[in-house]
Each structure stands twice: as structure tokens, then as C-alpha cells.
T-cell receptor, first 112, second 113 residues
Framework: DTEVTQTPKHLVMGMTNKKSLKCEQHMGHRAMYWYKQKAKKPPELMFVYSYEKLSINESVPSRFSPECPNSSLLNLHLHALQPEDSALYLC???????????FGDGTRLSIL | AQTVTQSQPEMSVQEAETVTLSCTYDTSENNYYLFWYKQPPSRQMILVIRQEAYKQQNATENRFSVNFQKAAKSFSLKISDSQLGDTAMYFCAFMDSNYQLIWGAGTKLIIKP
């Protein structure tokens, strides 16, 4: 069983829709991450939250909007996405510092 | 900038055999961390093993072990007594001084019955 829970597992949306991806962990980790992963490629870092504050934004388009309501939750709000945004979106968490990141199962996102 | 290279796009071995996946990296840092992650078709990214650069002893986790050669900047993963469940994409990753992961391109490992 994964210790990082992502919902939904699959999402199909049109380019004009607004949706949100959710990530939850209860391991007491204070760093949380969003990654985008295309098929047969490694994950690409999108955002990092450290102690509930956005610490890294890897030049991600504004149609992706992250939110960290508390130390256990991480959301990714989606609006006006493009077909090229179709991918697997992975959430991860870790202790701050050189500790391993623990990943969720991901959300498979398809943009029509 | 740090880079991670996995030179084997795909490998295939028979069940119970031993297989070694290669990984090299480039950095000017002296203290860092290295990881191997596996991603089965079920898609969850799973930590396999972690190595701290200041430790000379190679990390081991059950059937998984690494050969860490710091001077050569090499970090290979050995899987002993391979099992069907080991079939997955394997990613080598370097953790930089900002604690962000730099990923290799991945090696697709297929274990044949």
C-alpha cells in the first residue's frame, strides 16, 4: 500500500474545464512535490513545497496552480489545459533534506 | 550542471539470473545522495536503494545491491535471483545540493519466465 495517496487515479477533461488533483500523506513529511511524467520518460519536477511554502516552481505554465493547505495535503488546480498536458502526474513527499522521496500512484490525465 | 546517464534503454534476462543496470553521473559536488527507483507497469515509483556519497560501503537491500565507484562517478544496481515482479522501468537519480532529484532516462528491465 502506498503511503502517499493521490486522487483521482484517472481524469479526462476538456480544454475549458477546471479540475483539481489531490495528494495526501500522513508520514509527517514537510516537503511535497508535483511531477509530470510522459510515457517512457523520467519524471519532470513541477513544484516543491517546503513547510507549506512554495520553494520551487520550475517555470510551469500558469494553467497549473499548486496549493498546500496544510502539511499533509497538496493540490494541483488545473484550468484551460492543452492536449500536450496529457501525462501521468505524480505527487511525492519527503523529510526536508537528503531523504528519499516517497511517491503516490499518480493521476493519469487526458486532455481532449 | 549535474547529469545522470543510463546507457541501457532495455535489458532482458531469465528469471533467477543476476542482472546489473549501469548508471553514471557528473557532478562537481563531494557530498550527495544517489537513488535507484523502480516503476512497474502499475506506475507507482518505488524506492529500491539509496547511497550516501560519503559512505564507502555499498548499500544493500535484500536482493538489490549497488556498486558505488565515487571516483569513476558510477552507481550500478545489481539484482540477484531476479523475479518476474522485478519487471519494471528502473531510474537512477542524483540528489543535488538543493535536494532535488536529477533523473536518468531509465532502463526497461524485462524478466522472462
Amino acid at each position: 500500500d502506498t503511503e502517499v495517496t493521490q486522487t483521482p487515479k484517472h481524469l479526462v477533461m476538456g480544454m475549458t474545464n477546471k479540475k483539481s488533483l489531490k495528494c495526501e500523506q500522513h508520514m509527517g513529511h514537510r516537503a511535497m512535490y508535483w511531477y509530470k511524467q510522459k510515457a517512457k520518460k523520467p519524471p519532470e519536477l513541477m513544484f516543491v513545497y517546503s513547510y507549506e511554502k512554495l520553494s520551487i516552481n520550475e517555470s510551469v505554465p500558469s494553467r497549473f496552480s499548486p496549493e498546500c493547505p496544510n502539511s499533509s495535503l497538496l493540490n494541483l488546480h488545473l484550468h484551460a489545459l492543452q492536449p500536450e498536458d496529457s501525462a501521468l502526474y505524480l505527487c511525492a513527499s519527503s523529510q526536508v533534506g537528503g531523504r528519499p522521496q516517497h511517491f503516490g500512484d499518480g493521476t493519469r490525465l487526458s486532455i481532449l | 550542471a549535474q547529469t545522470v546517464t543510463q546507457s541501457q534503454p532495455e535489458m532482458s534476462v531469465q528469471e533467477a539470473e543476476t542482472v546489473t543496470l549501469s548508471c553514471t553521473y557528473d557532478t562537481s559536488e563531494n557530498n550527495y545522495y544517489l537513488f535507484w527507483y523502480k516503476q512497474p507497469p502499475s506506475r507507482q515509483m518505488i524506492l529500491v536503494i539509496r547511497q550516501e556519497a560519503y559512505k564507502q560501503q555499498n548499500a544493500t537491500e535484500n536482493r538489490f545491491s549497488v556498486n558505488f565507484q565515487k571516483a569513476a562517478k558510477s552507481f550500478s544496481l545489481k539484482i540477484s535471483d531476479s523475479q518476474l515482479g522485478d519487471t519494471a522501468m528502473y531510474f537512477c537519480a542524483f540528489m543535488d545540493s538543493n535536494y532535488q532529484l536529477i533523473w536518468g532516462a531509465g532502463t526497461k528491465l524485462i524478466i522472462k519466465p
